[in-house]
């Protein structure tokens, strides 16, 4: 988990505007690990957007939570919310990046 704050403060250190909305909370992994999970929360959609990695294929994937009801939006918060999730899409990008160089890190020579 404290890797995961230290990317996601690496992130918000790069200027997204929203990129605060991001926090870590924790997630149990295999083996009982706590792996963290990134969760985004929207501010111009009543959802989160989880993000995690799939192990095998060191790739994260971006899940949006089921809502109830439908949401319904003026043309300028339909924008505001493909602005938010052009961040969700960029952290999940910097993640990524993140992960696969991690691991090559932990790779014995």
Same mark, same amino acid.
């Given at each position: 988990m #404290?890797t /995961?704050q *230290?990317? @996601? ?5 790069? $200027?997204y +505007?929203?990129a605060?909305a !991001?926090? =870590?909370i +924790?997630q149990d992994g295999?083996?009982? !690990?706590d792996t $963290?999970? =990134?969760v985004f929360?929207l ?6 957007a989880?993000l995690?990695?799939e &192990?095998?294929a @060191?790739?994260?994937? =971006?899940? &949006?939570? !089921?809502?109830?009801? +439908? !949401?319904? &939006?003026n +043309?300028?918060?339909v /924008? #505001?919310l493909a602005?938010? %999730?052009?961040? =969700?899409?960029? %952290? $999940? *990008?910097? @993640?990524?990046?993140k #992960?696969?160089?991690? &691991?090559?890190?932990q790779?014995p020579?």
């Amino acid at each position: 988990m #404290s890797t /995961l704050q *230290s990317w @996601l403060d690496e992130f918000e250190e790069l $200027g997204y +505007p929203t990129a605060g909305a !991001a926090k =870590v909370i +924790p997630q149990d992994g295999d083996d009982g !690990a706590d792996t $963290g999970l =990134v969760v985004f929360q929207l501010t111009n959609a009543p959802t989160l957007a989880y993000l995690q990695p799939e &192990m095998s294929a @060191l790739e994260w994937h =971006v899940t &949006m939570e !089921a809502r109830e009801a +439908p !949401a319904t &939006m003026n +043309p300028a918060t339909v /924008l #505001s919310l493909a602005y938010e %999730l052009t961040i =969700v899409s960029a %952290l $999940g *990008s910097f @993640l990524q990046t993140k #992960s696969r160089d991690y &691991m090559l890190q932990q790779r014995p020579d």
